[in-house]
Nanobody, 113 residues
Framework: VQLQASGGGLVQAGRSLRLSCAYS????????MAWFRQAPGKQREVVAT???????NYADFVKGRFTISRDNAKNTVYLQMNSLKSEDTAVYYC????????WGRGTQVTVSS
């Protein structure tokens, strides 16, 4: 299994970024996928989830600002992040929402105020 997140960077508050995560491995194609994030000194937390059929859920702190989607044909999950805030600064990871089999390297998002 493999997970490769990309698209992070340094942006000013209020701007946007789009993260992508390419995955390989059968288990990811049949599971709800999620974006997680981990800020320095904090625990990893769920940001958003997307089921195989496309239904989505969001953490309250990103509702209305972030949009998760997936392209099952390309084995890729996306996270469109708008109106970024400094508190969104973290390393972002994608993985299976339940029983993640291991973690990729993630992609760093830094939002300057």
């Amino acid at each position: 299994v493999q997970l490769q997140a990309s698209g992070g960077g340094l942006v000013q508050a209020g701007r946007s970024l789009r993260l992508s995560c390419a995955y390989s491995g059968y288990i990811f194609t049949i599971r709800t996928m999620a974006w997680f994030r981990q800020a320095p000194g904090k625990q990893r937390e769920v940001v958003a989830t997307v089921a195989v059929g496309g239904s989505t859920n969001y953490a309250d702190f990103v509702k209305g600002r972030f949009t998760i989607s997936r392209d099952n044909a390309k084995n890729t999950v996306y996270l469109q992040m708008n109106s970024l805030k400094s508190e969104d600064t973290a390393v972002y990871y994608c993985n299976s929402f339940r029983a993640p089999p291991g973690w990729g390297r993630g992609t760093q998002v830094t939002v300057s105020s």
